[in-house]
């Protein structure tokens, strides 16, 4: 399984960004498909989430509202649309997926087998 991530750039505050990620290699609608970022001298964070099959979401509290995540199961593809973005948003914005993660999982990294390669978002006040 490889995960690819592209998408990210500059951008001011206020403004929004899509970021996507393709999975290559296995059946992609079986992948339950997550965000997550990581700023400079901070832990990696959750972001977002979307199961397999079914596609339910789930959001971390700080991008509830703002950020939508969605995906293209033809095309393999995971998106994140980041609306009114603030410098708190900057980090490098990395993609994950799994195949069998049980719900309370979701937000934790270790729950995810396979990683991108990350895509840096900066935000300009």
């Known amino acids: 399984v490889q995960l690819q991530a592209s998408g990210g750039g500059l951008v001011q505050a206020g403004g929004s960004l899509r970021i996507s990620c393709t999975l290559s290699?296995?059946?992609?609608?079986?992948?339950?498909l997550g965000w997550f970022r990581q700023a400079p001298g901070k832990e990696r964070e959750f972001v977002a989430a979307?199961?397999?099959?079914?596609?339910?979401?789930h959001y971390a509290d700080s991008v509830k509202g703002r950020f939508i995540i969605s995906r293209d199961n033809a095309k393999n593809t995971v998106y994140l649309q980041m609306h009114s973005l603030n410098s708190e948003d900057t980090a490098v914005y990395y993609c994950?997926?799994?195949?069998?993660?049980?719900?309370?999982?979701?937000?934790?990294?270790?729950?995810?087998?396979?990683w991108g390669q990350g895509t840096q978002v900066t935000v300009s006040s």
């Open positions: 994950a997926a799994d195949k069998s993660i049980i719900l309370s999982s979701i937000p934790s990294v270790s729950a995810y087998d396979y």
């Open positions: 290699g296995q059946t992609f609608r079986s992948y339950t």
């Open positions: 979307i199961r397999a099959n079914g596609g339910s979401t």
